[in-house]
T-cell receptor
Framework: GNSVTQMEGPVTLSEEAFLTINCTYT??????LFWYVQYPGEGLQLLLK?????DKGSNKGFEATYRKETTSFHLEKGSVQVSDSAVYFC????????????FGGGTRLMVKP | DARVTQTPRHKVTEMGQEVTMRCQPI?????VFWYRQTMMQGLELLAY????????DSGMPKDRFSAEMPDATLATLKIQPSEPRDSAVYFC????????????FGNGTRLTVT
């Protein structure tokens, strides 16, 4: 079956530091990949997506590149802000799995001033 | 911006009571998902509908949980009878069918069963 593995948190960084959150996946088909962000008390919001190999998704300074050869979709940001503090979820959607969305366990990011 | 609407936002109830959570998906979306989020288990898929038909509810305890879509504008998740272990945040999400389409989430219903 499909699965998504994320690095465990919490990840604690100082403002303006470089961020990487690792995500690897296992899929029976050729999935689309997503990063979602969840702020306290809210639902998940789409951050970025990539639908085929070597695609780079980007939004709000965050980037992730779909690497088929390493089955990875690592999230990066060059300079984090306190407002980026949230929980980040990597996910995949695969038409071999009925188009259901499979989530990783989430990674909490804490950015200190 | 169109959004998924969930009601109620918060629900506190006593063990044994029936709980009904409601979701209004985004107009035009033909897939609806129910997820449960807890600290211990993370996000768990409970049910999945396509064109109002249930496709997968294998993650849902069948003896007490039920999910329905009486029409295209309403999805419901019921728990009867509720138990303290059901305490969690329940999210509804909707999207277009197709693996390239993201899901749009509501803000969730925080359920506390005492």
């Amino acid at each position: 079956g499909n699965s998504v593995t994320q690095m465990e948190g919490p990840v604690t960084l100082s403002e303006e530091a470089f961020l990487t959150i690792n995500c690897t996946y296992t899929a029976t088909g050729y999935p689309s990949l997503f990063w979602y962000v969840q702020y306290p008390g809210e639902g998940l919001q789409l951050l970025l997506k990539a639908t085929k190999a070597d695609d780079k998704g980007s939004n709000k300074g965050f980037e992730a590149t779909y690497r088929k050869e390493t089955t990875s979709f690592h999230l990066e940001k060059g300079s984090v802000q306190v407002s980026d503090s949230a929980v980040y979820f990597c996910a995949l959607r695969d038409n071999n799995a009925g188009n259901m969305l499979t989530f990783g366990g989430g990674t909490r990011l804490m950015v200190k001033p | 911006d169109a959004r998924v609407t969930q009601t109620p936002r918060h629900k506190v109830t006593e063990m044994g009571q029936e709980v009904t959570m409601r979701c209004q998906p985004i107009l035009g979306h033909n897939t609806v998902f129910w997820y449960r989020q807890t600290m211990m288990q993370g996000l768990e898929l409970l049910a999945y509908f396509r064109n109002r038909a249930p496709l997968d509810d294998s993650g849902m305890p069948k003896d007490r949980f039920s999910a329905e879509m009486p029409d295209a504008t309403l999805a419901t998740l019921k728990i009867q009878p509720s138990e303290p272990r059901d305490s969690a945040v329940y999210f509804c999400a909707s999207g277009e069918d197709g693996m390239n389409s993201p899901l749009h989430f509501g803000n969730g219903t925080r359920l506390t069963v005492t």
